[in-house]
């Protein structure tokens, strides 16, 4: 079969390896899938560089987010082959490959509502947004919501999950494009912080309260930037660190102002708390089929188009999802 591979760290573009594989076999316990959507991520070209806080054994295969179609199960694995599932493929064999094999007890099923290139994008970012606003903010209808990096793949799936919770989602962008697709995606209000002051805007947008609950996916500036325009009372969500720089938190200031900050890694659900994470799938599938959420798929690629689109991704030059679809001949 054909897989991505990373001999070497570096740049997405220049250590990604399109090559032929032996197709895997599942082991007790495990399922044989036949990929059929898989998300791109940051975390993917972090783990290129390796600078994730994984580190597999190379040569491996990024891609840690897929639609799939259940081929065959190993002995003692629970499953229906031919259904379709999301799946989370283990490194070092992750999804940016035509077949993959998981542990079967994580399969979950793949909302009706959603397309295969939807679906793959519904996951990870999905649920981390859930566990960030819910979980940990534990935001109330009728609260602001600020969403820094409102157009790409991680802050959509906030913004919509923002409006789905009855907040006025605020969302900053960066550049003319991507406000259009943060207002098309439900942001009420829409900041460019290339042509704005962010904390003046946000503070006028709120009438001086400023916004209840911050979820930064992107670190340095933008954090600093939310301690000075959080709310009374506010909770700033860190989910991650795109901007490459992580900021030192100055505890002064929040006991000053009273915010919270609140750190979420989403994965340690998965092991922590694993019936938290199948409760939110349904929470996200009833969300889905209702019309509230839908994954902001921008572009469906051919797998050869993997390590470009990673690339991209890491550069932040894109909006929404891009998904690469193993079966597809070209780009549309």
């Not at 580190?55 to 259940?70: K, S």
């Not at 942001?187 to 979820?215: N, P, S």
Request: proline share 7%.
């Amino acid at each position: 079969m054909k897989a991505w591979r990373v001999h070497t760290n570096g740049e997405p573009r220049d250590v990604m390896r399109l090559e032929d594989v032996p197709d895997p076999r599942p082991a007790p316990g495990e399922a044989l899938i036949r990929v059929l959507a898989a998300n791109v991520n940051f975390p993917d070209a972090l783990l290129c560089r390796g600078q994730y806080q994984v580190r597999p054994p190379m040569p491996f295969t990024p891609g840690v987010e897929t639609c799939a179609e259940i081929l065959t199960l190993g002995e003692g694995a629970e499953g229906t082959v031919g259904a379709r599932v999301l799946a989370q493929p283990a490194l070092p064999a992750g999804g940016f490959a035509e077949r993959a094999v998981v542990d079967a007890r994580t399969l979950l099923p793949a909302p009706e509502s959603l397309d295969d290139a939807e679906a793959a994008a519904l996951h990870v970012g999905y649920q981390t947004g859930w566990f960030g606003l819910h979980r940990r903010a534990r935001i109330q209808p009728g609260e602001t919501l600020l969403v820094h990096a409102a157009a790409g793949g991680v802050g959509s799936a906030a913004v919509q999950l923002g409006k789905a919770a009855g907040a006025t989602v605020i969302g900053v962008v960066g550049g003319a494009d991507k406000a259009r697709e943060a207002h098309e995606n439900g942001c009420d209000v829409v900041i460019d912080r290339r042509a704005e002051d962010v904390i003046a805007a946000v503070k006028d947008a709120t009438g001086g309260h400023g916004a209840d609950v911050v979820y930064d996916p992107v670190g340095g500036d933008a954090y600093t930037q939310s301690t000075k325009c959080v709310a009374f009372e506010g909770r700033i969500v860190v989910v991650g660190f795109a901007s490459g720089r992580i900021p030192s938190a100055a505890l002064n200031h929040a006991l000053v102002k009273n915010y919270t900050i609140l750190g979420l890694h989403w994965g340690l659900y998965n092991t922590k708390d694993p019936a938290a994470v199948r409760a939110c799938h349904d929470e996200l599938t009833k969300l889905a089929a209702q019309g509230a959420i839908r994954p902001l798929v921008s572009e469906r690629l051919p797998l050869t188009a993997a390590a470009d689109a990673v690339q991209r991704v890491a550069d932040g030059t894109t909006t929404g999802r891009l998904v690469v679809l193993p079966a597809q001949e070209g780009p549309r």
